[in-house]
């Protein structure tokens, strides 16, 4: 079992940055691929960036390439997602979420998701 907490969400002018943290409970967090997710009112809900349990590979979407950048600390049991350069159509609710490798997370077979966290961004 994971538990997955987000932090660090907020209102921000575009060109700014955010940093969220995702802290996770449970002893097999290093065994899992970590991703973040996002969902803006009355869209799905869409894959931003994963990282590989070893932060060997990381996936980010096009939309976010260039500006996000995605970490992991296994001895703290944390993901982190940088966020530079918002734009406000980065606005939405972010997510956590864990599953078995990138692969899946890309699929959105998840095992496990937070709870969410907003960003604004403000034009």
């Known amino acids: 079992q994971v538990q997955l907490v987000e932090s660090g969400g907020g209102l921000v002018q575009t060109g700014g940055s955010l940093r969220l943290s995702c802290a996770a409970s449970?002893?097999?967090?290093?065994?899992?691929?970590m991703g973040w997710f996002r969902q803006a009112p009355g869209k799905e809900r869409e894959i931003v960036a994963a990282?590989?349990?070893?932060?060997?590979?990381?996936y980010f979407a096009n939309s976010v390439k260039g500006r996000f950048t995605i970490s992991r600390d296994n001895a703290k049991n944390t993901v982190l997602l940088q966020m530079n350069s918002l734009k406000p159509e980065d606005t939405a609710v972010y997510y956590c979420?864990?599953?078995?490798?990138?692969?899946?997370?890309?699929?959105?077979?998840?095992?496990?998701w937070g709870q969410g966290t907003q960003v604004t961004v403000s034009a």
């Open positions: 449970g002893r097999t967090f290093s065994s899992y691929a």
């Open positions: 979420a864990a599953a078995s490798t990138i692969w899946h997370i890309t699929q959105k077979q998840i095992d496990y």
């Open positions: 990282i590989s349990w070893d932060a060997g590979n990381t």
